[in-house]
């Protein structure tokens, strides 16, 4: 038993904040009210003051790509309680959970439905073995990327939904990567989605004013598909995949929002992404549409700036699963970083980091190391996401309430899930009965500190954090034998 005492505590549900006490049982709530007596049920509890401090229900991500407990542990001091691959997926989910629960995790855990890996097995007959990196070799193959036959089609049908009845979390789905593909085939995964009570999780196919030619706007497709199926669409990382039309497309998603079809949507707070080297995006003929250069483009594992066009392709063809890292818009630019404030500032936008494994020379992604080894690259967002997204949006302009920063960190993400997942019901939110899954906050020390050069140098004034009741983080410092993560599934019917 623990009780918190005296902080500033945040319910993003009721959009409350109170200084108050905290009571925490194994792993959940029980008081949240004024000076709690240390008595009956309460006797002996362990008592930690958290005077001066914001606790809040931990911070719910629903775009994280780190399968490892290096990339957990950054994300655990960037205040995450739970991260979520729902993007891209993993197939099979069964091996997925398997490999997490047996590897152990100090943060809950989840994976969607792939539809990449189910396309991989219709198109090219590969097996999927629940393996980022094997599906982001693959991503570059354009026999992966061509239209499905209607065979191969009712193939990959068949997969995504024995995935979601075997408690995958929706759909992700990297349409991005196969922007030439029929757009009736995302109407057939929306209608899955629809038809399972679940959702879909999307990296959008390239919009209309990158492409002309594109069979259909990105954005639109997600709007169109949630009004003529009732699905829930996500649209994945609006800042990156929009970049200087970002105005357009949240207009759009409003507008679609405002007459009632069930479309959420996130962003991070970086203009710089991060992807296989092989992505169609990237091919040379096409890195004009965004206005980019080879230049524009790093390779997360060597530090390598691309010099050249030449070098470009010699890497797709070489190494098309590399991860690099890709600057789309310009953080320095005033004008560039008021367009991300906005994609942050939208109504509802939820924080989301895209987050990625860490790499180091050796080919490693993995480390139980603390601190971790030094040469390990990564996106800064893997890191630094949650707490930038507090320092810029609370901190320094006052965009957010605290009570509004825990909304779209916690419960926004969490309600996105909620009703196909019964263990997020009691997550993302602060009171009797909610998960003791909670984040404890300096609001004069929080800050990101990773940065390109540097990019796993963790954020800075999380204080605690409990995952199920336990401190993963207590007095800013990690606890390198905590591993309290479960599983979260989906529960269909």
Known sequence: ????????????????????????????????????????????????????????????????????????????????????????????????????????????????????????????????????????????????????????????????????????????????????????????????????????FTHVREIVEADPTTPIDGSFEITRAAAETGASMHHCHVNSTSRRHIDRVLGQLEAARAGGSRVTVEAYPYGAGSTAIGAFFLAPERLGAWGLTPASISMVGTGERIASIERLAELRATDPGAVCVVRFLDEEDPEDAAMLQRALAFPDSIVASDAMHVEWKDGSTDSREWPLPSGGQTHPRTAGTFARSLRRMVVETGTWTWAEAFRRCSYLPAQVVAG?????????????????????????????????????????????????GQFVVRDGELDVEAFPGRAIRAALG
């Open 1 to 200: 038993m623990l009780i918190l005492r005296g902080g500033r505590v945040v319910d993003p549900r009721t959009g409350t904040e109170r200084v108050a006490d905290v009571a925490v049982d194994g792993g959940t709530v029980v008081a949240v009210a004024p000076a709690i007596a240390a008595e009956g049920a309460l006797a002996g509890a362990a008592e930690v003051d958290v005077t001066g401090l914001v606790v809040g229900p931990g911070f719910v991500d629903l775009h994280s790509h780190v399968h490892s407990i290096a990339g957990q542990r950054l994300q655990a001091l960037d205040g995450v309680t739970a991260t979520l691959d729902l993007e891209a997926g993993l197939m099979p989910v069964e091996k997925a959970y398997a490999r997490a629960a047996a590897d152990g995790r100090l943060l809950h855990y989840g994976f969607s439905a792939s539809w990449g890996d189910a396309r991989a097995a219709a198109h090219l007959g590969l097996t999927p073995d629940a393996d980022l990196n094997a599906s982001l070799r693959m991503l570059g193959d354009p026999a992966w990327q061509r239209t499905s036959t209607p065979n191969e089609r009712r193939h990959w049908l068949r997969l995504l939904e024995s995935e979601l009845e075997a408690g995958a979390l929706g759909v992700g789905v990297l349409m991005g990567y196969a922007p030439r593909s029929d757009p009736e085939e995302f109407l057939d995964v929306a209608r899955l989605a629809a038809a399972t009570g679940t959702a879909t």
């Open 420 to 468: 196909f997942a019964p263990a997020v019901r009691t997550k993302g939110w602060l009171g009797i009965g909610a998960d003791a899954d909670l984040v404890v906050i300096d609001p004069a020390t929080i800050s990101d500190r990773a940065t390109y050069v540097d990019p796993t140098r963790p954020s800075v004034g999380v204080r605690h954090l409990l995952v199920d």
